[in-house]
């Protein structure tokens, strides 16, 4: 979970280094440098959604493949998914 939190922040902030840089300036140092990095972070992002998400969230696997805020909105599908039961209670 706390690589899906991590990949989902980089790739979200390399969005927006992104597309400041193409609305202002447009530094050819800049989109070399956080060009990679953002395609590095998406497909971390959609890497640790597979692992960390069940069949009971599987949706938030499919929220990763929208660029750049689809860590972010996996990230709130996994949190509001309940936890499955870990165990039985006998009664």
């Not at 070399?32 to 960390?52: C, D, F, R």
Request: hydrophobic share 50%; net charge positive.
């Amino acid at each position: 979970m706390r690589t899906l939190r991590i990949a989902a922040a980089a790739e979200a902030a390399t969005l927006a280094v992104l597309l400041a840089n193409l609305l202002t300036v447009h530094a050819r140092p800049v989109t070399s440098l956080a060009g990679p990095l953002h395609g590095t972070a998406y497909l971390v992002v959609i890497a640790a959604a597979w692992q960390v998400t069940t069949t009971a969230d599987a949706g938030a696997r499919w929220y990763t493949l929208v660029p750049g805020v689809g860590g972010l909105l996996a990230l709130r599908r996994v949190r509001k998914t309940p936890a499955p039961a870990s165990g039985t209670q006998k009664g």
